[in-house]
C-alpha cells in the first residue's frame, strides 16, 4: 500500500546498544523528519532531510545519526542506546519546499530502552 | 526560536456542543500552520492547512482561522461527537526555514 511505513513498531534494547529505526514512503517525497515524542515535551524535531544525501539537525539530535541514501527511506540509528531515548519515534514525509503541502506521518515506533 | 503553546492541555465537553481549541505561536513570520489530530497508539493525521496568506480553512465540521499578527490559530469544531475525542495539535512551519514545530496539543474528551 501506498504512504509512510514504519518499522518496527515495538522496540526493546538495552542501554549501549546501536539500534536503526526504519522509515520508508511510497510518494516520492521530497522531505522527510524524524520527531519523538515524550510526555511533558510534546513532538520534538531530531533530525529532517529535504532530499537524498541532505540532512539536517533537529532541536533534539544528540545521540542519533540519519542517513538519506534512497529518496524513500530515512532511517534513523541510535549509536549507543540510552534511557533517556526511551519514547515514540515518528517519521513523517512532505512533498517538498515552497509547496503548502501537508505532513505525513507513520504509525510510529515505540522504543524501550533498558 | 519559535515556540507553539496550546491552551488548555486537555479539554471535557458535553456531546453536540460546539467548541474551540486555542494555538499560539511566538513569531509571526510562519509560512503555514497546520492541525493534526491523534488517537492514542497512532501517528498524526493531517485536518487542516493554512497558508501564511490566507485566515481560515474549513472541511466539515472543522474551521480553522488564522492571525498571523497575533500570533493565534483556532480550530473550531461543530456539533462535537464521541469520535472526534482525540489529541489536537497545531505545527507551524517557520518562514524561510524547513523545520515544523509543534505545540504539545489538547486532549479533547466528548462525553456521550
Known amino acids: 500500500d501506498a504512504g509512510i511505513t514504519q518499522s518496527p513498531r515495538y522496540k526493546i534494547t538495552e542501554t549501549g546498544r546501536q539500534v536503526t529505526l526504519m522509515c520508508h514512503q511510497t510518494?516520492?517525497?521530497?522531505?522527510m523528519f524524524w520527531y519523538r515524542q515524550d510526555l511533558g515535551h510534546g513532538l520534538r524535531l531530531i533530525y529532517y532531510?529535504?532530499?537524498?544525501?541532505i540532512t539536517d539537525k533537529g532541536e533534539v539530535p544528540d545521540g542519533y545519526v540519519v542517513s538519506r541514501s534512497k529518496t524513500e527511506n530515512f532511517p534513523l540509528t541510535l549509536e549507543s542506546a540510552t534511557r533517556s531515548q526511551t519514547s515514540v519515534y515518528f517519521c513523517a514525509s512532505q512533498w517538498g519546499q515552497g509547496t503548502n503541502s501537508p505532513l505525513h506521518f507513520g504509525n510510529g515506533t515505540r522504543l524501550t530502552v533498558t | 526560536k519559535q515556540e507553539v503553546t496550546q491552551i488548555p492541555a486537555a479539554l471535557s465537553v458535553p456531546e453536540g456542543e460546539n467548541l474551540v481549541l486555542n494555538c499560539s505561536f511566538t513569531d509571526s513570520a510562519i509560512y503555514n500552520l497546520q492541525w493534526f489530530r491523534q488517537d492514542p497508539g497512532k501517528g498524526l493525521t493531517s485536518l487542516l492547512l493554512?497558508?501564511?496568506?490566507?485566515r481560515e480553512q474549513t472541511s466539515g465540521r472543522l474551521n480553522a482561522s488564522l492571525d498571523k499578527s497575533s500570533g493565534r490559530s483556532t480550530l473550531y469544531i461543530a456539533a462535537s461527537q464521541p469520535g472526534d475525542s482525540a489529541t489536537y495539535l497545531c505545527?507551524?512551519?517557520?518562514?524561510?526555514?524547513?523545520?515544523?514545530?509543534f505545540g504539545k496539543g489538547t486532549r479533547l474528551h466528548i462525553l456521550p
Open positions: 532531510s529535504a532530499a537524498a544525501d
Open positions: 505545527a507551524v512551519k517557520v518562514d524561510g526555514d524547513d523545520k515544523i514545530i
Open positions: 510518494w516520492s517525497h521530497s522531505y
Open positions: 493554512i497558508q501564511s496568506s490566507q
